[in-house]
Every structure is written in C-alpha cells, then in structure tokens.
C-alpha cells in the first residue's frame, strides 16, 4: 500500500511541475530552484510534514522533500543553539545529499567519457 | 527597413510555430507520472528495506537519498539519464535523481576544461543555485520562526 501511495504521489507532483513546464517554458535550472523554496515553504508553515507521513517517499524523493529537509535542519538548530543555529541547521540537514551528489559525481568524470548530446 | 524586419520576423515565428512538432501536454504529463511515480516507488522500497535492517526513520532516509543520487550518477555516466529525461520529462526533473544528473553531467562533459576550471566549476551549474536558494529561503524561514518563538 505504501508503495502505490509513493508511486501516484510521486507521479502527482511530477504532473504538476509538467505543466508548469509546458505553461511557462522554464528551464530546469530554475524548476529545481522553486521546487526546493516551497519545499522550505511548505516545511515552514506546518504542511509538509503531514503530507510526507502520508505519502513517504512520494514526498521525501522529490525536491520539495529536500525543501523540507532543509527547513526541519534550520528548525532543530535554532531550537538547539539559537541564533547560530541559523547558520548551522541548512548545511547539517542536507549534507547527505549535496556531499553524495558532489562526490559521486566528482569520482564518475574520472570514469565515464563526455557523451555526444543526443538530442 | 524596421516594418519589414518586424513583418519578417513575424512571419519566421509563424514558421516556427507551424513546423514544431507539437508534443500532446496529456501525453507528456502521463510520461511524467510514470516516470515519476516509479523512481519515488523505487525510494520507498529503498526506505522499506533500510527501516526493515533496523535503521531508525532519518538514517533511512538518509540512505536512500545515497542510494538513488549513486544510481542516477551511474545511469548518467552510462549515458541512459539523459534517455530517461527526454522520456519522462519532469518525471526525471523533479525527483533528488534529477539533481544528481545535474551534478554529474556537467562535471563529465567539461572534464576536457581542466580540473579546477571545468569539472571544479561546471560541476556547481545548477548545483550552485539550488545550494543558494535553498540555504538562503531556510534561513529567511529561521529568522522568522526565531521570531515567532522570541514573540510567543
């Protein structure tokens, strides 16, 4: 059951950024940055974390979830250490992600040839 | 000379318009479902299988999102990503795999640049704006909810 609510929450989300896509003819780059804002959005005023209970990885894979991931960071270091925890809480919570992309992605140009874009 | 660029240039778009193929809106956002929907299914059973082997909830998260960036940095240096982006659109935008290709494509295209100039920068395309713009809204959103805890 989990896994049919993650396939057709997942595939809504990704609906909906679709036709984002064909209406307003943003590119990529910019799609990945509004999605990780709401995602902050949603986390901060209390809607996302529901959602993700309901919907697990349907809400955490996509970028809204790192949105998400972020602002809980911020959350608990602010509730931690305060002011400073502005300035930890971001990086801390997406460390995973970020060091797991940047390192993986780092190791494979040594590994893989540059492809001929096929398009 | 300026009426006919415009009537010229108007007449081009027209062109343009009428020779592009129009992709169905439907069609394409069916691709990004499926697309979608399977790569978060494949990170709830990711997540299924690490909470199983005693992880608590965030470690398993955690590792799933390992899991799926490695994966999507593989298909992308075997070239199928980018087959999975033309495919399923947003599908493969939209999900952490979509930020990894974004992370690892670059860095394997400029590689020829040089180490620090190509792979050090190119690397950071749209790493670099994401990283920004979410560390920066997270903050925003910590002053204010510092603010409300001071307030109440």
Redesign the interface.
Known sequence: MEFIKAFIVGGLICVLVQILMEKTKLMPGRIMVLLVCSGVVLGAVGLYEPFQEFAGAGASVPLLGFGNVLWKGIKTAVDEEGVLGLFKGGFTACAVGVSAALLFGYIASWIFKPHMKKK | MAVDEQKRNKNYNAYVEQVTPKAS?LK??VK??????????I??????TFKNAGLNKDDA??W???C???GS??L????IY??IT?W????S????????N???AP??????EGEVFG?GCK?F???G???L???F???I??????LT?LWM
Do not use: M, R
Not at chain 2, 43 to 48: A, F, I, K, P, R
Not at chain 2, 76 to 79: A, E, F
Not at chain 2, 107 to 112: F, S
């Open positions: 809106c394409n956002c990004a479902f499926i697309t979608g929907g399977t790569i978060c299914t990170g709830q059973v990711l997540l299924w998260a955690s799933t999102t390992v799926l960036v490695l940095i593989i992308t240096g075997l070239n980018p087959l033309s399923g659109g947003a599908g935008l939209v999900p952490i795999t979509g930020f990894a974004s992370v690892a860095a394997i295209e400029y590689k020829a792979i690397i395309t749209i790493a704006p994401v990283i713009y979410g560390i809204s997270s903050w959103a910590g002053i204010l909810y510092l805890k």
